[in-house]
């Protein structure tokens, strides 16, 4: 029997329930902040990501999905959604006056990567990408949005880890720095790292391998060479946070897998999840845009990982609550035409109603009605047929009842 792909897999049931309840409520949430949706392809050239993400990254150095299309083109299937936006934004112009740009997405993204608990090979994220913004406010504004649309999911020990990058122009003292004493105990790292070290530097502070981290303890700290305006940058973004009660710890040691950002890095920690996982990252990427070849504008973002939300969801208030629709049993053929109708009237008036079509006896259809949660069944027999009228069966309780046809979308609306 064929299986899903490995680190890949199907949602339904629960799962899907948590993933539509996230969705709507990430919708109705950015929205209100005047957030408007993009959808990019799935597949982009592979130039996309190496010039955004980076090829030092491990991301497009191990993990990538790429692959010659039959045109012998070289594609990826996109391990994160940036990077799109960002060339969607310059390809469509949008980015030519100085006007802010707040866009969020929705989608599946591809990594290759070593399974462990809440990874998977295609994962979904949210995101929320704004451009021409460039001041510690506007990261705030999207913060906020964020915290907001986490606290109305109903998750309470979030923290912000952040920390800043600072620019370009700030690197090459960090490098000097973290370079000398990386040479000093260089036995003691990784293989990995001494690739790092020479190509980005910055990603020896990320490494996972236990030793490594070990070895950093006391290393020279970005913060420590930041430039005045990042530094005064970093520090307005703190007070903002503090005064709007945003609970955050800095980490110097947080400088994300991918190699566009500049300033602010962050990322969300869920006690609820455990330790390895971040619930969600981002910060300012204020070089990416002219990178990929559009106008300088400062840009900053983050993306939530789906799957892990909803997990953390089931675990914190069990199953999401599902109202499975009353059923229509009709009775025999006349009243199986009569229900189609019916039930076509009552779906227009915006009824939620299931319909058994099966033809089956009423015992057997109220044993599967039962099954599925049902609470209701609305049954149509002969009788009730020449009546005008429908018993209806509570099927928590046994109660039963009879409603007159012109009776049931209001009563059923009332209470499903
Ligand atoms: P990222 O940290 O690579 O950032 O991914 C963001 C989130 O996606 C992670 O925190 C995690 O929840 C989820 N995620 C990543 N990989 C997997 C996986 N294999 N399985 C399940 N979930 C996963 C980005 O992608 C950036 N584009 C964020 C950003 C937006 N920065 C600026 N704007």
Redesign the pocket.
Known sequence: MAQSVKGTRDLFGNEIDWFQRIEDTARRTFKRHGYGEIRTPILEEIEVFKRSVGESSD?VHKEMYDFLDKGQRHVAMRP???AGVVRAMIQHKLLASNDPQLMYYIGP?F?Y?RMQA????Q?W?I?A?SFQVATPEAEAESLVMLYDFLQELGLKQLTFSINSVGTPACRPAFYAAFRAFFEAREAAFCEDCHRRVQDNPLRVLDCKVPTCQAALEGHPQLVEHLDDASRAHHARLKEILTVLGLPFEENPRLV???DYYTRTAF?VLSADLGAQ???????R?DGLVKQLGGPDVPAF?????L??LAMLMQRLHGDAPREAPALLIPLGEAATLKALELARAWWALGVSLQLETRGTNLKKALTSANRQGVRRALILGDGELEQGLIAVKDLATGDQESWTWAEVPARLQSRP
């Not at 809440?118 to 090979?121: A, F, Q, V």
């Not at 996982?277 to 910060?283: E, M, P, W």
């Not at 973002?301 to 990982?305: A, N, R």
């Open positions: 991301i994160e959604n940036t993204m990594r990567e809440g990874r998977y090979r994962f994220q995101g990408e994300r897998g991918l990322e996982s971040a619930l969600l990252g981002g910060g990427y973002g983050w993306s939530i990982g799957d892990r």
